[in-house]
Structure formats: C-alpha cells, structure tokens
C-alpha cells in the first residue's frame, strides 16, 4: 500500500511540475498571439521533458551509477547541444508552417542572429539535466538508506527474538529451581517469587512484542531480574539499584538494558567474590536518560571488553546498534575497563 502511494505522489508532482513549466513559458511567449505561445510552449516542454527521461532513465542509470563518469559527462554535453539545436530548428519550421496555415497569427520578433537562443536553450537543458541527475542520485540513496534500515530493523529484531529465547529457558530453569527451594524450606518469598516471575515472563512474552517500552516495565524487569539473581547467593552481596526517575512513561526499546546487567552478574563473579559488587543507576528529567552499570572483574576472568569482541551472541555491539537505530546521534555509549573495574554509561538525549 506504501508503494502504491509513493507512486501515486510521484505521478502528481509529476504531473503538477511540467504543468507549471509549460505555463511559464506560455506566459513568456505571450506577447506572440496566443497561438504561437502554446505552441512554442508545448514544444519547449516536451522536449525538456525528453530531456529529462533520458538522463534519468538511461544516462544516470546506466552510465553513471556503473562509474563512468567520463562517458557520462561527454554524452550529457552532447545531448545537450544535439536537443538544442534541433529543437530550435523544429521550433523555426514548424512556426512557418503554422504561419502558413494560420494566417491570423503574428509574425513574432525573431532576432537574425540565433545565438542567443540557442545559448538559452542550452542553459535551460544544462538545468533540466543537473536537476534530474541530482534528484535521481538523491532517490537512489535515500532507497539504499531505506532498505540498509529495514535490514538493520529486520537483524535487530531476530537478535531480540535471540535473546528472548535465550533468556527464557535459561533463566527460567534457576528461577523455578529457586522457587523450588524457597518452596522446599517453606520461605515466606516463595508466593512473592511466583509473582516476580510471572511478570518477567509476561514482560518478554507480551510486552517486548512492542517497538518500544514505557521506562516503567523496563526497570521492573530488571528489579526482578536482579531479585532472582540474589536469590542464589547464601550471602548478601553488594548490589545496589539507584532509581532518580521524573517520567516513567519516558519510551525506549525493549530488553535495551538487559545484556548490560547480565554482563555485570556475569563478569563480575560475584556469586564466589566476597568483595565484588554490582551497581546499577538510572536518572530521568527533562534532559533525556542516563543508565550507568559499574561492576567489579575477577581477576582470573576474560576482560569484559575482550570477551564481547569474540562473542557471537547478543552483547554490548547489540545494544549500541539498537540504541543507533533507534536514536541516530541522540545518544551516547560509553565504556570503561579501568582498575578491574568495568563501566558501561548510557545517555539518551
């Protein structure tokens, strides 16, 4: 249905461009007899607009976009001067011919020297020519932008889908076995737990279908996430969630933060190192966002950095190309692998 637009949208402006340069050169011719300015004006256009279809159609197509340039700019000179001349010769027959039959139309001042019209002529195609190569060049790119877009929309959506996948049996098996625990030992979080799955479940089932998400759901899910996460350590650990939020309606794509906290968990070994920690903030205001996620590194595990340049799954150059989809230059992603330290800031403006 877009196409049929777009081509519908293109016939009018089409239609609607020539139809005003034909009337601006009736306009012109005028002073002639009204006779002699529709002819003349006819005859103008419709050769501007031969002109036109050649260059885009066969010159700029078939000579230009294969690199020939040299050729391309020989054969618009050519084009150029041959449509010149021979539709001023036409113009000067035909107008004796009509003169002929139509003996009430003037004679229109016609200088004996052709120079001048001639160069006009070769002005005016110059610019016919200049302005279809641009406007067809344009097209081009912005339908190579298009479809370079729907293709990174297309990849990113199968990496979510990915991820998605990924989260679920994995997550899922040591969240029910961590139920299954509370459950066993009669802990009091054991309903409360339930609960917490069930919403991270229903987050990525249902509400990651959506291109984009309220701040609100995603933060939830990342309580949750954290939530189960502890729920394995024997001793508590140092993680914090600092939340500074103006908006939680504030939009941004789904599972965005996701990979950032799981390498955080991951990298940072925590569940064996007494002294990591985990922390995690973000703030909200008029300004835009800020997601900040520090960690600590064994010393005796992969860099973070390191590890996400051999990984063929979804991680940090994910998020990045998400982000850049989805804000272009409004936002920035920043890293840090300093003193066995690793910190990941994202901003979006």
Known sequence: MGKILSKAFESHRFVISWTAVLLFFYISFMHNGYGFALFHSVIVTLSMIVVSLIEGRLLVRFVLKKGKRFLFFVLNV???????????????????????LMPGIPKPDVDIDWTVPFIIRVLIYTCVVSITAITYLERNEQAMLRESDELK?????????????????HFLFNALNNIYSLVYTKDEKAPESVLKLSEMLRYVMVDCQADTISLEKEMKFIDNYVDFQLMKLEEKRDVTFEKDVRNWSFVLPPMIFQPIVENAFKYSRIENDPNGFIAFSVRQDENGLEFLARNSVKMYSLPVSASNKNSSGIGLQNVKKRLSLHYKDRFTFETNDKDNIYTVRITIK
């Open 153 to 169: 929309i297309e990849n990113l959506d199968m990496e979510l889908r990915y991820l998605k996948s990924q989260i679920n049996p």
């Open 78 to 100: 050519v084009m150029v001067i041959g449509f010149a001349a021979l539709f001023m010769q036409m113009q000067m027959q035909m107008s004796d011919i009509i003169r002929y």
